[in-house]
Nanobody
Framework: QVQLVESGGGLVQAGGSLTLSCTLS????????LAWVRQAPGKERSLVAA????????HYADSVRGRFTVSRDNPKNQMYLHMNNLKPGDTAVYYC?????????????WGQGTQVTVSS
């Protein structure tokens, strides 16, 4: 059974930093794309960042490029999202997703999400 568990969310002031982690289990190999997706209150889910199986190819939404960094550690079955210079507009539930189309929302497996709240 595939499971994705996010951690690291919380409340932070604007300009601050947070690092989210996603721990994967139940997937037998690491040859799959991963992504971070967020959903703000009253809005649809949107892609934040994606990373390919090797970690050498990454994609970012325009709104976070230059502030967020996605990475993965395949031996540890983990993915990370380092978020710097956070803005109130980054407030959302952040989900990790596994095995899908690279820079899209079409992913097979999803975590339960972790809340990130940025105060002004």
């Amino acid at each position: 059974q595939v499971q994705l568990v996010e951690s690291g969310g919380g409340l932070v002031q604007a300009g601050g930093s947070l690092t989210l982690s996603c721990t994967l289990s139940g997937i037998t190999n690491s040859l799959y794309n991963l992504a971070w997706v967020r959903q703000a209150p009253g809005k649809e889910r949107s892609l934040v960042a994606a990373i390919n199986w090797s970690g050498f190819k990454t994609h970012y939404a325009d709104s976070v490029r230059g502030r967020f960094t996605v990475s993965r550690d395949n031996p540890k079955n983990q993915m990370y999202l380092h978020m710097n210079n956070l803005k109130p507009g980054d407030t959302a539930v952040y989900y990790c997703a596994a095995r899908g189309d690279y820079a899209s929302l079409k992913y097979e497996f999803w975590g339960q999400g972790t809340q990130v709240t940025v105060s002004s």
